[in-house]
């Protein structure tokens, strides 16, 4: 596709139900998570630039990516954390951009929880925020992973703020209402989004 939308928001906002009512509509999507996932997975050339950085104890007994060691060795170390970060990103970013690429509806979507935090705004055409308030992202988040109010509360604050990420936004969603709200506000977007895809092919 020519056309790509960045679809975020922050945590329990509602982008992966927001992205599988595009998603109906018949545009394709691209989960940043998954391909996060991808560049690491096993014969990877990213598992392996980590093994010849952090050593082979960086895998488990099957050869996959120890995630809960790497964690615990960026945590506490700045370097390490730039080091994984410069190799990882271009990946993901190349990675994402070549399957947005590929794809053949309308437009293409990209779903990047953090689009704004790692710059990724700037490989799309036009970003779109689906926004709740922190109580409602708290109270969604607890009932359907069963965590703390607390973890919750620590992720939101270190992602961008809900100010600063609507005043990047392109448009916003609004998902404090019913499924049925979000479905009509995404009907809406995706005929002005189909306009626009038309007026930038080629
Ligand atoms: P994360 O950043 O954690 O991956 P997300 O932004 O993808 O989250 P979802 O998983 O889509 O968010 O939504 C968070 C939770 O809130 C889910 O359990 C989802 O079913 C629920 N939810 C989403 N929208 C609504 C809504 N309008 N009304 C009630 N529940 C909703």
């Excluded at 018949?26 to 392996?48: F, N, Q, Y």
């Excluded at 009907?187 to 038309?198: G, I, M, P, V």
Aim: aromatic content about 4%; cysteine-free.
């Amino acid at each position: 596709a020519e056309f790509i939308l960045g679809l975020t928001g922050g945590i329990g906002s509602g982008k992966t139900t927001v992205a599988n009512l595009f998603g109906e509509q018949g545009i394709e999507l691209v989960d940043a998570d998954v391909i996060a996932r991808e560049v690491v997975e096993p014969g990877s050339t990213g598992l392996k630039a980590i093994e010849t950085h952090f050593g082979s104890g960086i895998l488990q007994a099957d050869g996959s990516l120890d995630r809960a060691k790497l964690r615990e060795r960026i945590f506490t170390n700045e370097s390490e954390r730039l080091w994984l970060n410069n190799l990882l990103h271009p990946m993901i970013r190349q990675t994402m951009l070549s399957a947005a690429k590929k794809s053949d509806s309308d437009y293409v979507i990209l779903v990047v929880p953090l689009l704004f935090e790692n710059g990724l705004d700037s490989l799309v055409d036009r970003t779109l925020v689906v926004d709740i308030s922190p109580e409602l992202q708290i109270q969604r988040t607890v009932k359907r992973d069963n965590v703390s109010e607390a973890q919750i509360a620590n992720i939101i604050a270190s992602q961008i703020s809900r100010e600063e990420r609507l005043q990047k936004a392109d448009d916003i969603i609004d998902n404090r209402g019913e499924i049925a709200d979000l479905r009509e506000q995404v009907n809406r977007l995706h005929q002005y989004y189909l306009t626009l895809a038309a007026s930038k092919a080629p």
